[in-house]
């Protein structure tokens, strides 16, 4: 637990939520800010910053804890598409630093604000791929 991190307060219950789902590792609940209808949080019951710091045996239970969620809230609300997102650091967007899978069900193209990328520079493409490689 971190001092002063909003979703540890949410997982002790220091701070309220709308719950939709709780087990042994996680808590699952509406976001306050929604960029759709039944956009969903599942966080952590510990404090890891990102999916960096998560143990794997508890991240590998995140995805198919994802598509539990996802194919309720999309019977729930009605919706015909999803995204599973989790932003890792300040660059990324990430605002609070507590390990979180975004549930969003999407109903209309648009409702979150992804711009589409530029074709790739080819020449480059190889390059980039083998800094990746060589850190593996
Ligand atoms: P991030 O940008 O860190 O990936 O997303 C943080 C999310 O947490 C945002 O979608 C924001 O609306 C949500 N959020 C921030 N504070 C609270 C809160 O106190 N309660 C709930 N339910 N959601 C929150
Ligand atoms: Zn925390």
């Known amino acids: 637990m971190t001092a ?4 540890c307060e949410i997982a002790h219950g220091r701070i309220p939520s709308v719950r939709v789902y ?3 590792d996680f808590i699952a609940f509406m ?25 794997e045996r ?12 996802a194919k309720a809230a999309l019977a729930g609300v009605g919706a015909t598409g999803f995204n599973l997102l989790v932003n890792n650091g300040p660059v990324s967007g990430q605002l609070v630093a507590h390990f979180h899978l975004h ?7 648009g409702e979150l604000p992804l711009k589409a990328g530029e ?6 493409l190889p390059f980039t791929a083998t800094a990746i490689r060589d850190n593996l």
């Open 58 to 69: 508890i991240l590998a239970k995140a995805l198919p804890l994802g598509q539990k969620l």
């Open 31 to 55: 976001d306050i800010n929604p960029v759709s209808t039944g956009h969903l949080l599942v966080i952590t019951r510990d404090h890891y910053p990102t999916a960096l710091e998560v143990p």
């Open 22 to 24: 709780e087990d042994e």
């Open 4 to 7: 002063k991190c909003i979703f």
């Open 103 to 109: 549930v969003i069900p999407r109903q209309r193209p």
């Open 119 to 124: 074709p790739a520079d080819l020449t480059k």
